[in-house]
């Protein structure tokens, strides 16, 4: 049976974020042929909604309030209940971010339906669509069927490819008014601590550090390499309790879990905790001076050498690259 599903636009400082791309994607199998419906929330956002319709979405629904303007859990989830009583979706997709993991626990138990969270891919369609889903720290995965009720799943961030755009679809898009009351908290400003680069869940490349990076100045030859590759720079929590860099670059069992098409891990041993969070990454490529470090045997590429030779080797191969291309 064809479904309507509502999907979440999440949108970060103006932009809407790759992964909504990737829930419609992950929209469309689970509709079978049935209606998807964006959502944005915001202050100011109906202007993005073209954005949902070129990658998939058959229309719009923007909600619009000075209380949307940063993401709060009270603020967000009284929208998406006040939309989904309108719509009455048979099935609801999210990112599996930092704000759909907050969120999505709380939108289900006020539907009283379940929650297939962190689906990495779908199998078949429909009412016969499976979901699969890492377990024990990413070292099985399950296959989940929704039998009844609402399917409600978050989607991993660089998972699931999103549908080409064409910008030459049309779609209606609406603009409910809705109530956002009691709030119990109220954001006054948001400081980001790390503003800079591509963001560290959704980036194709991700080049990581560990204790053997040695100094905060030992991310440099990191930073460098990460910008050459249009990457973002992560860390092992090695590095950050050493302070040579910040806790919101920490990838692992209590850090973040990222998935790119590139890992380089470099001066990391491969901590059973680490490698929770990058041992999905597509290909692999460690640096580590010890040939028995741990973190080889999860690489597809080991070097065994001092990262501090091997990273400006690669980059002068890689800048090379460039020039000739
Ligand atoms: C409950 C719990 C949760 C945890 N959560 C996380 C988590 O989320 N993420 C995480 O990362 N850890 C986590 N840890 C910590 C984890 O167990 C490890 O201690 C940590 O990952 C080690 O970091 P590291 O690999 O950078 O450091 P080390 O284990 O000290 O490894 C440093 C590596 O660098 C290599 N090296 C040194 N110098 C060079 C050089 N010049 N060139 C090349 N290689 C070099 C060494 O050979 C070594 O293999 C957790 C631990 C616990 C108990």
Do not use: W
């Amino acid at each position: 049976m064809s479904k309507k599903v509502l999907v979440l636009g999440e949108v970060r400082e103006g932009v809407i974020r790759n992964v909504s791309y990737e829930s419609i994607a992950a929209a469309k199998q689970i509709a079978d042929g049935g209606e998807i419906v964006g959502l944005l929330l915001g202050d100011s956002v109906s202007s993005l909604a073209p954005n949902l319709i070129a990658y998939g979405a058959d229309r719009v629904v923007t909600v619009e309030h000075p209380h949307l303007k940063s993401y709060t859990s009270d603020g967000y989830s009284q929208a998406i209940l006040a939309v989904y009583e309108k719509e009455k979706p048979e099935a609801i997709v999210i990112g599996h971010t930092s704000l759909g993991k907050d969120l999505s626990p709380k939108i289900s138990s006020r539907l009283k339906s379940g929650l297939v969270s962190d689906v990495t891919e779908i199998e078949g369609s429909g009412d016969s669509a499976l979901f699969i889903r890492p377990i024990y720290s990413g070292k099985a995965f399950e296959k989940v069927k929704v039998k009844e009720g609402i399917v409600f799943i978050t989607i991993r961030p660089n998972n699931i490819a999103p549908l080409e755009k064409d910008a030459s679809r049309s779609g209606s898009v609406e603009s409910p008014a809705v109530e956002i009351t009691n709030l119990r908290t109220i954001i006054k400003e948001v400081i980001r601590k790390t503003t800079e680069g591509v963001d560290l869940s959704e980036a194709k490349v991700v080049v990581a550090g560990g204790r053997g990076v040695k100094s905060e100045e030992g991310f440099e030859p990191l930073k460098e390499l990460a910008n050459l590759l249009g990457g973002a720079v992560g860390a092992s929590r090695g590095a950050c309790d050493a302070d040579y860099c910040d806790y919101s670059l920490q990838i692992g069992q209590t850090g973040k879990v990222v998935t790119p098409d590139l890992y380089i891990a470099a001066g990391i041993s491969g901590a059973i905790q680490h490698l929770a969070g990058m041992s999905n990454s597509k290909v692999i490529v460690a640096i580590n001076k010890d040939p028995e470090a741990n973190i080889f045997k999860v690489a597809d590429y080991g070097i065994v050498g001092d990262l501090f030779e091997v990273i400006p080797l690669m980059i002068e191969e890689i800048k090379a690259l460039k020039v000739g291309s």
